[in-house]
């Protein structure tokens, strides 16, 4: 009896079902059932569920207390091999791949909708278009013959599974929520900002601060509007092309400091105020809607409640229920340990294995113990700052781990003259073309400083273009970003399966920081459980190096005292 069965919900209603076969193909006939819950809970034997996309089905399921083990989403595989045949951006619906396998006309993705407060909705609206069973295996058993195809079939099969996964965990994450206190929400906000003031204005706080930045100017000035200000200080004799805090920081005049101050209040007032209190926390949860992959490197992404942005003073709210505990693990010192893994430079994989800081080690090898020239060196390398000191410590670096830098070197050549670069296990780079409009949608200046949020989407600080050399520049970075987020999907997979036999839930989850909350007695098995899967990840990804993937991990009450 297989373990691996197709599922496609049917368009006049039920949901069709039936068992595959190593090939993809089906091993039986198809059987129908009336509804979703009944289809899956009557087939314990179940281990992988080959579906349209994890999100047309899972939420659905985990309302019911139904969860699956593995899946197939087709859609995510999609995606991936698009990407790796060079055609990224290409519809990847199960319809588009059905229609591209038939040389029929591709129907376009239906638009991804925006987030709204509280919604457990699938992800795209309007409905897509409806595959039966028959041809979405058809698509499978297709798909199957492309990953073999590859130069890496096992690498490819193996991204596809963790990706798959990191849909079943965002859909899990999503319905449990992390921990948050209202209460203490509202008193950190009376705390930072004072009273609130009847028909939605600014609240004290701010009030005050913007009469302290007007009475610096002498006229009033409205420090929300970075025209304004910008105009405030050339009448003062100040010329500044920005309010952003690195620019104005150093200049001279007594408007910097509650302007400063109230940048950084109306920010949280903005994003976390009482009215994200009110959009995004119920039931003692915030509850933001994570989707795995939502970057060209793979890294995550949340649709609505900014919760990959979330203050050190505002976490002050994310409190453990009674008698929990939040474990918060950050990965160590990741990019250069990835680095080290998939550029197998011994020097790098020796100082990578070590019990001590990695930075500090390298400090010992190239630059004579100056541990914070090291990790200039190192970041530099991986972020592609080649000018000034950038270039001297890139040039000492190199002598001491030759293969590590050349592996980043090699990966912005290819780049820069338009080839397909790929992380460890084959996540691609889009190429030329896509990559220009990855930097726009992550609202990347094209030929200005880049602020430090860009590297979320994989690019890096220095100066961005359409130029080759830019996209050098994130070629450079992506094969450590994304095979860093490869391993990252595989980490949590494994720790899934492990929090599967305990009470303990995954809760949040960012490129590099993992929280679990769980009873206080199991705290010390979560903390062992995260270290495992580390472990497990690392061998998966990148095969046995030496390499480690250490985490600094705190048992807390609450996640502000983490860090």
Same mark, same amino acid.
């Given at each position: 009896?297989?373990? /691996?069965?197709?599922?496609? $919900?049917?368009?006049? %209603?039920?949901?069709?079902?039936?068992?595959? #076969?190593?090939?993809?193909?089906?091993?039986?006939?198809?059987?129908?059932?009336?509804?979703?819950?009944?289809?899956?809970?009557?087939?314990?034997?179940?281990?992988?569920?080959?579906?349209?996309? !994890?999100?047309?089905?899972?939420?659905?399921?985990?309302?019911?207390? =139904?969860?699956?083990?593995?899946?197939?989403?087709?859609?995510?595989?999609?995606?991936?091999?698009?990407?790796?045949?060079?055609?990224?951006?290409?519809?990847?619906?199960?319809? *588009?791949?059905?229609?591209?396998?038939?040389?029929?006309?591709?129907?376009?993705?239906?638009?991804?909708? *925006?987030?709204?407060?509280?919604?457990?909705?699938?992800?795209?609206?309007?409905?897509?278009?409806?595959?039966?069973?028959?041809?979405?295996?058809?698509?499978?058993?297709?798909?199957?013959?492309?990953?073999?195809?590859?130069?890496?079939?096992?690498?490819?099969?193996?991204?596809?599974?963790?990706?798959?996964?990191?849909?079943?965990?965002?859909?899990?994450?999503?319905?449990?929520?992390?921990?948050?206190?209202?209460?203490?929400?509202?008193?950190?906000?009376?705390?930072?900002? %004072?009273?609130?003031?009847?028909?939605?204005?600014?609240?004290?706080?701010?009030?005050?601060?913007?009469?302290? $930045?007007?009475?610096?100017? #002498?006229?009033?000035?409205?420090?929300?509007?970075?025209?304004?200000?910008? @105009?405030?200080?050339?009448?003062?004799?100040?010329?500044?092309?920005? !309010?952003?805090?690195?620019?104005?920081?150093?200049?001279?005049?007594?408007? =910097? @400091?509650?302007?400063?101050?109230?940048?950084?209040?109306?920010?949280?007032?903005?994003?976390?105020?009482?009215?994200?209190?009110?959009?995004?926390? /119920?039931?003692?949860?915030?509850?933001?809607?994570?989707?795995?992959?939502?970057?060209?490197?793979?890294?995550?992404?949340?649709?609505?409640? %900014?919760?990959?942005?979330?203050?050190?003073?505002?976490?002050?709210?994310?409190?453990?229920?009674?008698?929990?505990?939040?474990?918060?693990?950050?990965?160590?010192?990741?990019?250069?340990?990835?680095?080290?893994?998939?550029?197998?430079?011994?020097?790098? +994989?020796? =100082?990578?294995?070590?019990?001590?800081?990695?930075?500090?080690?390298?400090?010992?090898?190239?630059?004579?113990?100056?541990? *914070?020239?090291? @990790?200039?060196?190192?970041?530099?390398?991986?972020?592609?700052?080649?000018?000034?000191?950038?270039? @001297?410590?890139?040039?000492?670096?190199?002598?001491?781990?030759?293969?590590?830098?050349?592996?980043?070197?090699?990966?912005?050549?290819?780049?820069?003259?338009?080839?397909?670069?790929?992380?460890?296990?084959?996540?691609?780079?889009?190429?030329?073309?896509?990559?220009?409009?990855?930097?726009?949608?992550?609202?990347?200046?094209?030929?200005?400083? +880049?602020?430090?949020?860009?590297?979320?989407?994989?690019?890096?600080? %220095?100066?961005?273009?359409?130029?080759?050399?830019?996209?050098?520049?994130?070629?450079?970075?992506?094969?450590?970003?994304?095979?860093?987020?490869?391993?990252?999907?595989?980490?949590?997979?494994?720790?899934?399966?492990?929090?599967?036999? +305990?009470?303990?839930?995954?809760?949040?989850?960012?490129?590099?920081? =993992?929280?679990?909350?769980?009873?206080?007695?199991?705290?010390?098995?979560?903390?062992?459980?995260?270290?495992?899967?580390?472990?497990?990840?690392?061998?998966?990804?990148?095969?046995?190096?030496?390499?480690?993937?250490?985490?600094?991990?705190?048992?807390?009450?609450?996640?502000?005292?983490?860090?």
């Amino acid at each position: 009896m297989t373990d /691996r069965w197709a599922l496609a $919900v049917a368009e006049e %209603g039920g949901v069709e079902v039936a068992p595959l #076969g190593p090939d993809g193909l089906p091993a039986g006939p198809v059987q129908h059932e009336q509804d979703l819950v009944t289809a899956v809970r009557s087939r314990p034997q179940v281990s992988r569920w080959v579906w349209r996309a !994890t999100a047309e089905v899972y939420p659905q399921l985990l309302a019911a207390g =139904v969860r699956v083990e593995r899946c197939y989403d087709i859609e995510v595989a999609e995606n991936l091999l698009l990407g790796h045949e060079g055609r990224h951006g290409e519809p990847r619906s199960a319809a *588009a791949a059905l229609a591209r396998l038939r040389r029929a006309p591709v129907p376009a993705d239906p638009p991804q909708r *925006a987030a709204e407060p509280g919604s457990q909705t699938p992800l795209f609206e309007p409905r897509p278009v409806h595959v039966p069973l028959a041809d979405l295996i058809e698509v499978y058993a297709e798909q199957l013959r492309r990953h073999d195809a590859t130069a890496h079939p096992d690498r490819m099969h193996l991204l596809t599974a963790a990706e798959s996964a990191g849909t079943l965990i965002a859909a899990e994450m999503n319905l449990a929520g992390l921990p948050w206190s209202s209460d203490v929400h509202r008193e950190v906000l009376h705390e930072l900002l %004072g009273e609130r003031y009847a028909g939605g204005g600014e609240p004290r706080r701010l009030a005050e601060l913007a009469d302290e $930045v007007s009475e610096a100017f #002498g006229r009033r000035v409205r420090p929300d509007l970075p025209a304004d200000v910008v @105009k405030a200080f050339a009448r003062a004799g100040v010329k500044v092309k920005s !309010t952003r805090r690195w620019e104005i920081e150093t200049v001279d005049h007594p408007a =910097v @400091k509650p302007l400063l101050e109230y940048k950084r209040l109306y920010r949280i007032w903005v994003a976390h105020g009482w009215s994200w209190l009110q959009d995004w926390v /119920r039931d003692g949860r915030f509850r933001p809607e994570f989707l795995s992959g939502g970057t060209v490197t793979g890294r995550w992404v949340t649709n609505g409640g %900014g919760a990959l942005q979330i203050p050190k003073v505002v976490r002050r709210a994310c409190v453990a229920d009674p008698g929990w505990r939040l474990v918060v693990a950050d990965a160590d010192q990741m990019e250069p340990r990835v680095l080290a893994a998939i550029s197998r430079d011994p020097g790098l +994989m020796e =100082v990578a294995g070590r019990e001590s800081d990695l930075y500090q080690a390298v400090s010992d090898r190239a630059f004579s113990g100056d541990r *914070a020239q090291a @990790k200039l060196a190192v970041l530099g390398a991986v972020y592609g700052q080649t000018s000034g000191d950038g270039l @001297k410590n890139l040039a000492a670096l190199r002598r001491r781990f030759p293969r590590a830098v050349a592996y980043v070197d090699d990966a912005a050549r290819a780049g820069e003259e338009g080839r397909l670069v790929r992380t460890w296990l084959g996540r691609t780079c889009p190429p030329a073309a896509g990559a220009s409009e990855a930097a726009e949608e992550a609202g990347i200046p094209q030929d200005e400083p +880049m602020e430090a949020q860009a590297t979320d989407q994989g690019w890096t600080p %220095g100066y961005a273009s359409a130029s080759s050399r830019a996209r050098g520049r994130f070629a450079r970075n992506f094969v450590v970003q994304g095979s860093a987020a490869d391993w990252a999907l595989l980490l949590l997979a494994a720790l899934r399966r492990t929090l599967s036999d +305990m009470a303990a839930e995954l809760v949040f989850f960012q490129h590099d920081e =993992v929280i679990v909350h769980c009873p206080q007695e199991e705290a010390e098995a979560v903390v062992a459980a995260i270290r495992e899967a580390s472990e497990l990840a690392g061998r998966l990804t990148f095969g046995q190096t030496p390499v480690r993937f250490p985490f600094t991990t705190a048992v807390v009450a609450c996640y502000a005292d983490a860090k």
